[in-house]
């Protein structure tokens, strides 16, 4: 099972960028697809990104294409969401995850996905 560890949020003024890095640890990340999820106060945990074990491969929510790039870096068993022209909708608390399980590639569903890191919280002012 992949342990995963998030970084790299914070406060970020509307229209800046940040990147979110995930650390995972475990023999098998490269062999995983792996995806973001986002969490805002009072509201459900939704889909940000996913990208394809050998990195070949991405899938965005539709509000976060454009501005959001999924990649890895599977020499240094980490992925990472670079995030520009952040709005105020997009504070959240942002959580890693490994998936989604074979055969579910292209889902948006918190059940398809397996571990999940902690979280790193964004907070995008106004």
């Known amino acids: 099972q992949v342990q995963l560890v998030e970084s790299g949020g914070g406060l970020v003024q509307a229209g800046g960028s940040l990147r979110l890095s995930c650390a995972a640890s475990?023999?098998?990340?490269?062999?995983?697809?792996m995806g973001w999820f986002r969490q805002a106060p009072g509201k459900e945990r939704e889909f940000v990104a996913a990208?394809?074990?050998?990195?070949?491969?991405?899938y965005y929510a539709d509000s976060m294409k454009g501005r959001f790039t999924i990649s890895r870096d599977n020499a240094k068993n980490t992925v990472y969401l670079q995030m520009n022209n952040l709005k105020l909708e997009d504070t959240a608390v942002y959580y890693c995850?490994?998936?989604?399980?074979?055969?579910?590639?292209?889902?948006?569903?918190?059940?398809?996905?397996?571990?999940w890191g902690q979280g790193t919280q964004v907070t995008v002012s106004s």
């Open positions: 995850t490994s998936g989604p399980v074979k055969g579910q590639w292209g889902t948006t569903r918190t059940s398809d996905f397996g571990s």
């Open positions: 475990g023999r098998t990340f490269s062999s995983a697809h």
């Open positions: 990208i394809s074990a050998n990195g070949g491969s991405t």
